[in-house]
Structure formats: C-alpha cells, structure tokens
C-alpha cells in the first residue's frame, strides 16, 4: 500500500501527472531508496541552447536525468556536477544541479567524428566520469572518478557505486524527441540502504520488475508518478515523499563575469577587445554578454 510521510493520503498532485521533477521513494521491506526523475521542459530548454547532432543531444538528455536522481541521494548545499572527459567525438559533458532544483549542461563534441547510429561507448571513447559535490569555502569538495569502459551511462554509475561506495545500485534511463522538437526523459534509479543489506533474491525480484518497464511507459508523462511507481513496487512497501521541482537555470550573469575580468591584469582584458568592446559567451545557456570599455575599465 502506498503511503506519505506524515500523510494518510498522498497529495493531488502526486496523482497527477508532473514534469520537470525529482520523486524520493522507499522501499522498507526490501532495504531500497529510489528517485523517480522526469525532465521535458528542462531537458528542451538546455538541449535548445546550442545546435546539437541527434546523437550529442540524445547523450546529454540522458546525462540531465541522470544528474537530477544523484543529486536527489545527496543532502548537501551547493552544487552538484556531473562530467566527462573523453577522447571520443563527444570530449566534454557538464551538467549541473544546485540543491533548489535548478540545471543546467553543456556538451562539446567534433562533429568530423560522428558517424550514424554510434553507439555510447564510441562516442565518448576512453577517459572518465567524475561527479562533485561543492558546498562553498567553507566546506569540503567530494568528489568521485570512475573510467568510462562500459557500454551506457547507467552501467558506468552502477559500477561506480558497487565498487567506490559499496552501495548496489540499479538506474534506468531513457530519453526521446518529440515529433515536436521536445525532449523527454527519464531515470529510476534504486539503492540499497546505506546502513543494510539487500539479499541477491531481491535484487533478483528488482532486476524482473525493472525489465516489464518498456520506454514507451517510462516516457509516457500521462501516467502519474504514483501508478507508476505502484505499479513496480506495491510489494516492497512504497512511501513516497514530497517531489523536487526541477527547473532549467544558469547561473552565469554580468556580475559574475566582472568578478572574473576583476582576476585579469589590464593587459590581459585589453588582449580580450575588440573595437573597444568585450564580448563573452556563456557555454551553458549560449546567452552573450557584451562590455563596453566604460564597463570594465574601473576594475582595477
């Protein structure tokens, strides 16, 4: 039976359908914490920032999703960054959630490279995945690194947890686009308890769950968040807690980018003018920002 927190019933708006968010589930009786992510809005938004390839757009929507359900484990107050580094012709993937919810990711790639139907482990080649925690100065950085050989993201985040964290871990994903240029996607992601055991039964009953979940369902936002996870997991004692509302937001703005010019020496930020303008481009969200002299030259 499913059931909320300090609730007799769940909230309507649970039994609705929702978009853009990240649901924190458990599992009592089978030892599991989970997140049910859903992004459409977020997803197409940063997807149409900048001019993607099918294949690099499909790759980063995944990554998004991804990125929303780990960050939805951790208690922190921050940021929490995703990345890649590869040698491949996707070389580059950041993605980034702050504890109130807001994302935003990047991708850089050599489009010489790409070839049709390239399979994940191709188009990002050798390197590795790293994912931080940063809480401010005054605060630690964590940070975990694992090598990418695997031949999709959710086998790479698997391994990483199983062998770094002693944490086993199942996460599903999937993403589409739309027939009207929308990109959705999901991710489930399952993990056992951090102070208990889960018997290898149970991961063996999980993994058949997991397998009746097709794209078509787990893409499908009409089906409220509540009958899905119901319909998996109404034996493992599912209570659900209230959702994080995602939203695609950058960060950048005209006073951080002061700040950083404010680091520069005058030669330095005289190198960057061009017909007495500075103008620099955010790589996240593509916005521009333009300097006159009269902007900058009182920074130092």
């Keep these: 039976m499913m059931a909320r927190v300090k609730n007799e019933v769940l909230p309507p708006m649970l039994h609705n359908p929702l978009i853009d968010v990240s649901v924190p589930f458990m599992l009592p009786r089978f030892s599991l914490r989970g997140r049910l992510v859903r992004l459409q809005n977020v997803s197409s938004k940063i997807l149409h920032q900048h001019a993607y390839p099918f294949p690099i757009a499909k790759i980063l929507a995944e990554f998004l999703v991804a990125g929303a359900a780990l960050a939805g484990l951790l208690k ?90 002693q944490l086993e871990t199942r996460l599903c994903i999937a993403s589409e686009k739309t027939g009207d240029d929308t990109w959705k996607s999901s991710a489930l992601l399952l993990q056992q308890l951090p102070t208990q055991s889960v018997s290898q039964e149970t991961w063996t009953h999980i993994d058949a769950l997991l397998n009746t979940l097709f794209p078509e369902e787990f893409l499908d936002f009409s089906i409220a968040c509540d009958t899905l996870l119901t319909r998996l997991f109404h034996e493992g004692g599912l209570t659900v807690f209230d959702p994080l509302f995602l939203k695609a937001q950058c960060r950048c703005s005209k006073e951080r980018i002061k700040d950083f010019l404010a680091t520069l020496i005058p030669g330095e930020i005289e190198a960057l003018l061009e017909k007495e303008q500075l103008k620099m481009t955010c790589e996240f969200c593509n916005h521009r920002y ?11």
């Design 290 to 300: 333009t300097f006159d002299r009269k902007d900058i030259i009182t920074l130092h």
């Design 76 to 165: 922190f107050k921050g940021v929490f960054t995703l990345q890649t580094k590869t040698n491949g012709p996707l070389n580059l993937t950041v993605i980034d959630v702050t504890d109130e919810g807001h994302m935003r990711g990047y991708a850089q790639f050599n489009p010489e490279k790409l070839e049709s139907n390239i399979t994940f482990k191709d188009l990002l080649g050798q390197g590795y995945l790293g994912f931080t925690i940063d809480q401010g100065l005054n605060s630690d950085r964590y940070q975990g690194i694992v090598s990418l050989n695997h031949a999709g993201l959710s086998q790479a985040l698997e391994h990483y947890f199983d062998q770094s964290e």
